[in-house]
């Protein structure tokens, strides 16, 4: 029998997603947490629904994720950064009133913070979470495409630092949802064009 790992990496790399992905931010991001393997995803870990979600930070040239000693929000070069629609679909879950949590002292209370959640059609949902207080520009109802503004990274919820948690999901229900690997098309990684292509844990990323 496999073990779970194994068919982890299995759907990992064979799920075709029902549309394109686009990455949902501008500029070059490091991939905090990412892949079918918990060592390098310990969403893995925790709930179903977070089996392949991402945590990404924007970094400098020098693949820094802060500035001077990273122990103000601001420092972080994620912090205030525009999150995209990744595709186009219809906006079905807002939260916008959490507090950003100082670094290093996350929220045990509303683990997700701020979030977005979109319906691309059918089975895939798309989920931002830790966005930063009432930067969110679309309420439940609004129609978004590929590449609109949807928020701003923050650092609510349990979150330690500035980062973006965005997920695909099968329903927009957080804690009832069976996680979907996600393919991204026409990006970079690690300074190489690829046209599809999963990131995983340590790759440097951003959009053709």
């Known amino acids: 029998m496999a073990s779970d790992a ?7 790399n064979s799920y075709i997603n029902d549309i394109e992905y686009r990455l949902p931010f501008e500029g070059k991001w490091k991939v905090y947490w990412g892949g079918c393997k ?3 995803n310990p969403h893995h870990s925790k709930l179903v629904a977070q089996k ?3 945590d990404v930070s924007k970094i400098n040239r020098a693949g820094k994720y802060y500035k001077n000693k990273g122990k103000k929000l601001g420092d972080y070069y994620s912090y205030g950064q525009v999150v995209k ?12 009133g959490v ?3 100082p670094v290093g002292k996350p929220d045990p209370y509303f683990v997700p913070g701020n979030v977005v959640v979109i319906n691309h059609g059918g089975k895939e949902y798309s989920l931002f979470a ?31 630092f500035p980062h973006l948690h965005f997920q695909v ?3 927009k229900l957080l804690y009832e949802s069976q996680s979907l690997p996600i393919i991204f098309r ?16 340590g790759d440097v990323i951003r959009n053709q």
Do not use: Q
């Not at 194994?6 to 990992?12: G, L, P, Q, S, Y």
């Not at 026409?186 to 844990?201: A, C, F, L, Q, S």
């Open 85 to 96: 629609a990744p595709a186009a679909g219809i906006v079905v879950a807002v939260v916008n």
């Open 38 to 40: 918990k060592k390098d």
């Open 6 to 12: 194994t068919d982890n990496c299995i759907m990992f």
């Open 169 to 171: 999901a099968d329903s």
């Open 99 to 101: 507090d950003d949590s």
């Open 186 to 201: 026409n990006i970079i990684v690690n300074g190489k064009n690829e046209d599809e292509y999963r990131p995983v844990k």
């Open 52 to 54: 392949y979600a991402y």
């Open 130 to 160: 830790h966005l930063k207080k009432n930067s969110i520009v679309v309420k439940e109802g609004t129609k978004v495409n590929r590449g609109d503004d949807l928020a701003k990274v923050g650092n609510s919820g349990n979150s330690t």
